[in-house]
């Protein structure tokens, strides 16, 4: 579990500096599709964060959305695969996603 909060907490600070990073460089980069994906996507993980550290009842919903929040931004920074900036905010969310896919898994209820 540890990994994947790393991942998590990896995940939500690379998300904040690429947009920053995006509103930097202005034009393409402000797409403000991606921008919000980015934005939902450091959120959901500082909740999926919470949530975890809490023991919520929610945990296990919280990190399969998460999970699909964070592929979905991967593939949103994906689409700048000529930015590296861009590619390791990609990197960063589909380890996370797995982490979150992982702890899922974990939680399960074995019947």
């Known amino acids: ?25 202005g034009g393409k980069y ?22 975890t550290i809490g023991g919520s009842e929610f945990m296990t919903s919280t990190c399969m959305l998460c999970a699909q929040m964070c592929e979905k931004c991967a593939k949103a920074c994906e689409m700048m695969g000529d930015d590296a900036k861009m590619m390791e905010c990609a990197t960063a969310c589909y380890k996370c996603a797995e982490c979150c896919k992982m702890m899922d898994m974990e939680m399960m209820p074995t019947t």
């Open 1 to 25: 579990m540890q990994t994947c909060m790393q991942a998590l907490m990896e995940c939500q600070k690379t998300c904040m500096e690429t947009m920053t990073y995006c509103m930097t460089k």
């Open 30 to 51: 402000m797409d403000a599709t991606m921008m919000g994906m980015m934005r939902d996507c450091a959120q959901m993980c500082m909740m999926c964060m919470n949530m």
